[in-house]
């Protein structure tokens, strides 16, 4: 079976991560920060927003991966897709808002968390069938 769904948002997510990569990585040169946070708050921010890319995107890439590899119908990967790179791009902006935008960081994760919790429970459906 030949991927074509899965791909597209994975190098779409990719390019998020590279953008909040940037941005911590033009702040520490802009602060001459080399290691750690220094207690700089905005530095934090940015990191956390790159960490929690991190901490959520691989396992909802993977379920959703494995629900391509099952044979889901397309429109079923492209929404579980939609809701991630949605969900991750919201999050990203209201982590980066000042003041934060805590309605954004909350549908975002909602939209995140919904997917894996879906994508989790429609493969062991379909594995138990």
């Known amino acids: 079976m030949t991927l074509t769904i899965t791909p597209i948002y994975a ?3 990719a390019l998020l991560f590279l953008v909040l990569s ?11 920060i080399s290691l750690g946070d220094t207690g700089d ?31 889901a119908p397309q429109v079923a990967v492209h929404l579980m897709g939609i809701a ?3 969900g991750r791009v ?3 902006i209201g ?3 000042t003041p934060q935008k805590i309605i954004l960081r909350q549908i975002g994760m909602a939209l995140t968390l919904g997917m894996i919790a879906l994508a989790a429970l429609g493969l062991i459906g ?3 069938i």
Not at 42 to 65: H, S
């Open 11 to 13: 190098a779409l997510l």
């Open 22 to 32: 940037w941005r911590v990585i033009q702040y520490r040169q802009a602060k001459i």
């Open 41 to 71: 708050k905005n530095l934090l921010k940015r990191m956390r927003a790159q960490a929690n890319w991190a901490e959520y995107t691989p396992i909802a890439l993977i379920l959703m991966l494995l629900t391509e590899l099952r044979g």
């Open 84 to 86: 991630l790179l949605t």
């Open 90 to 92: 919201l999050h990203a």
């Open 95 to 97: 982590f980066a808002s």
């Open 126 to 128: 379909h594995a138990l």
